[in-house]
């Protein structure tokens, strides 16, 4: 049904790709991370709620249809719909039947609550094909509350010192996260450029955001160490950051865990928030779809693919040879 080729996942009969990585005549996108949605497509597909970011990730030019959740498309007798992945806003599994046969594309997904989109739903299918990018089981999440409770401390901290709190987090998504969970009466709440253009695409899709104005250099100065301020990774060597002044920095992300990347980072704070399901959250996606046949892609996919041999399914990695390697200042994580 679906196979890879040089350009990425593709279904022959109803010819179209899913997250291709090089430009092709139709292109069905599970989410509107870098790594997921790349330009020069003829035509793009993608959620409903996810057309807005995705426009503003491809350009205006992109031509970009929006698919409400649940509706049934046919291409050559090949039913496509997008469901809920509870990754990010507007991200999607896909799901396609033919004669009965039915694979899912999970894209990214994670099973923990998060407000600002829309939770993972279990689609049953015969073939799962699932990401894993957290997939060993040293990784464990904790409770998004428990994480949030110790921002909140973190940043309480700062402003007592008269530091300004600055909190990494990738563009879409994850930072908006961010700045949903963080306490709105605590100070000023403040967003890189770069977060803040995406906000307009979360109020239209319902997503309730606390106020938070771009953080110009003035606006974090002006606030003598008491804002928080709401960033992408990429922004941690910038010369809008030196302007900042006193600052304490923080990361939010899954590699949290891993005590290698945060010796990377410089030893910041480090808060374990992740888009991606953990260990547990990974096989109990699996389970719930009912699938026979998983195919593991995305991170190491090894470990999982031994896991869920051993406990009688038939498991492989998706070999994507011709994947270009993630750019580590994507917005992957
Ligand atoms: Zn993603
Ligand atoms: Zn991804």
Redesign the pocket.
Known sequence: MLAVTEAGLYCARGDFHIDPWRPVDRALITHA?S??ARPGSRAYLCSEVGAGVLQLRLGASASIRGIPYGVTLDFDGVCVSFHPAGHVLGSAQIRVEYRGEVWVVS??YKLQPDPTCRPFEPVRCHTFIT?S?FGLPIYRWPQPSAVFAEMAEWWQANQAAGRTSVLFGYSLGKAQRLLRGAPANQGPILVHPAVAQFLPAFCTAGVTLPEAPVATVERVRSAEGKALVIAPPMTADSTWMDALGDVATAFASGWMMVRGFRRRRGGERGFVLSDHADWPGLLEAIRSTGASRILVT?GATNPLVRWLRQQGWEADSLVEEHRPPSTPSGD?E
């Open positions: 991370h790594d997921h894209g990214d990401e990018t995305h992957h």
